[in-house]
Structure formats: structure tokens, C-alpha cells
């Protein structure tokens, strides 16, 4: 086998019922099929396997703005439980579009390699720890969801939820990149062809509400992310954030507290650990200023 995921992502502040949700988890979920089955593959291999698989991965862009919008900051308890529900919801109903998307054509053909078929769900087996950082009630009716799964022998894809960091695709979207806070209302973004000018959306009026991910400790991060893969079958391009204009220096016991708590919350993976060296407002230094797209291996990631 060779491991392929097609990539969609939902612009979540955009979103104004749980009707216009549902669409969209399944016109993502159609699109990304039509993807798979009309996509050119160098090597016909990965073409076979991908259409077994049929694996997708569809993550959120603009949490941030969703989150000042309703003037509610990441690491508060009313931010986590803001975040469980909008990852509860993501979830549900990708799995619901899927399950659908199963009945009008089939199931994935390798879809009894997966435990979608015994009735598997993400609540199954998420560490349970995170329910010490929230533990607002579930708000759908996942039992019933399971059951039907279960009569359908399996859902359309092997899987449906990945979120990564939405770099290139938060460009032309205007909003901010995937689940990250923003680090500044206003940055350079650049790739490898142009730069431009990004702003935080309606950072104007918001200006107060938006958070900076250099004011967000790590740990408090690790929890956000953690809320995320409770309900996510695949893992998260989570990145960090280190404030080090006042102490350069990053401890070892610090770094290993960081990584026994992302164990702790059943955070599978981490990704860039940003570092701020310089204030802009001080310096001609504008490291901090600026943004790269930076997609998996090779750009492998981009949406």
C-alpha cells in the first residue's frame, strides 16, 4: 500500500446553521472523491490504492476569527468548551456525509481493512484526560450514528478528518490558517513566487478579541489541540509558539514537561515550534513579522 490523502478543509466562521454544515462536510466529501477517481497518477500503484482507500482529510481554516468573533479566547474554559463543540460537530457530521455518501454509491472497497465496519468512532478511543479539561455533553446523537454505520457495512472513506495547517489555502480564503491563533493582526506572507500583504479579518473592529499565539503557553495549546484529536481519526499539524525576545533560552526539563503533557492528552503529533527573537516595533529584524507556506514533506499538505 501506498498511503494517499486527499485534502479539503471548511471555512468554519463562514458557517451559519448545522444545515449549511452538513452540505458542506458533503460536497467536500464529493469533491475529493471526484479527486481521487479522475486524478492523473505518476505511479499506477498509488492510483489503486487510493481509490480502495478512498482516505480523506478535511480540516477547519479560520478558527481563529470563529473563536473573536464571539469575543472568546483560546485557553479559557469557555474557549475549550467552544472548541469541543465545534470539533464534535466537524466530526459528526463528516462521518454522517460519508455514511450518505456510502448509500448512494458504495462503501470504500477496502473499507474491511478499517474498524469503521464493527462501529468504530473517534469517541471510542480518544485519551480521556481531555474530559478533565472540558467535559461539556456531547450534542449528538453518536449511538444512533454507530448503529447505522454498523447496518451500512462501513462508510464511503477510510478516513475523514485531518487538519493541517491551511497555509497556502488561507490566502486566497482570507481568514486565518487552520486551527492556529494569529501571531500578528497584520503579517507578510510569502511562498516561494510572491509576497503579500495578509490582515486578520474585520482586525479593525476585533482588534481586542483576536489572541496572539505568542501570549497562548504551549501548554495551554497542547490542551486545544488535544480537544481536536478527540474527535479526529487522523493526527494534527500542530505548531507552537515561543515568545523569546525577553529570554532566549528554551529549558530541557520545559520542552519534556511539553511533550509528557501532549502524552497526558492523546496529542499524536507536533509541527513547527515557532520562536519570536525580535520585536518588530524595535528592529529592523521582521522574522517575526513574516509567514511561509509550509505544507507536509514537499508541499504534500497544501489544500
Not at 484529536?229 to 500542530?238: M, T
Not at 492523546?266 to 511561509?292: A, I, L
Request: proline share 3%.
Amino acid at each position: 500500500e501506498v498511503a494517499l490523502c486527499s485534502l479539503a478543509a471548511i471555512i468554519v466562521p463562514n458557517i451559519k446553521s448545522e444545515e449549511e454544515y452538513r452540505s458542506a462536510c458533503y460536497y467536500a466529501l464529493k469533491m475529493i472523491g471526484k479527486c481521487i477517481h479522475m486524478a492523473d497518477y505518476a505511479l499506477p500503484h498509488v492510483g489503486w490504492t487510493a481509490k480502495q482507500r478512498m482516505s480523506a482529510g478535511v480540516g477547519l481554516v479560520g478558527v481563529a476569527y470563529a473563536l473573536a468573533k464571539k469575543g472568546i479566547r483560546y485557553n479559557t474554559q469557555e474557549g475549550f468548551d467552544e472548541i469541543h463543540r465545534m470539533a464534535e460537530r466537524h466530526s459528526y457530521h463528516l462521518i454522517e456525509a460519508s455514511l450518505q455518501i456510502a448509500r448512494e454509491t458504495q462503501v470504500a472497497p477496502w473499507i474491511h481493512k478499517t474498524k469503521w465496519i464493527e462501529g468504530w468512532l473517534p469517541i471510542d478511543t480518544y485519551k480521556k484526560n481531555v474530559d478533565k479539561i472540558t467535559n461539556v455533553p456531547l450534542q449528538y446523537d453518536w449511538e444512533d450514528l454507530r448503529r447505522r454505520i454498523i447496518e451500512n457495512g462501513g462508510i464511503a472513506h477510510s478516513s475523514l478528518v485531518a487538519h493541517m495547517p491551511t497555509e497556502s489555502s488561507s490566502k486566497p480564503a482570507g481568514v486565518p490558517n487552520g486551527l492556529y491563533p494569529i501571531r500578528e493582526l497584520s503579517i507578510k506572507k510569502s511562498d516561494q513566487t510572491n509576497v503579500i500583504d495578509w490582515v486578520a479579518v474585520d482586525g479593525d473592529i476585533l482588534k481586542d478579541k483576536y489572541q496572539s499565539a505568542w501570549d497562548i503557553p504551549t501548554k495551554d495549546l497542547i490542551k486545544v489541540y488535544a480537544i481536536f484529536q478527540k474527535f479526529c481519526d487522523q493526527a494534527i499539524s500542530a505548531d507552537f509558539y515561543k515568545d523569546r525576545t525577553k529570554d532566549i533560552n528554551v529549558s530541557d526539563s520545559e520542552m519534556l514537561e511539553e511533550y509528557l503533557d501532549m502524552v497526558r492528552y492523546g496529542m499524536k503529533t507536533r509541527y513547527y515550534q515557532n520562536s519570536r527573537v525580535s520585536n518588530v516595533q524595535d528592529s529592523d529584524d521582521t522574522s517575526s513579522s513574516q509567514s511561509q507556506d509550509r505544507g507536509c514533506s514537499g508541499g504534500a499538505c497544501d489544500v
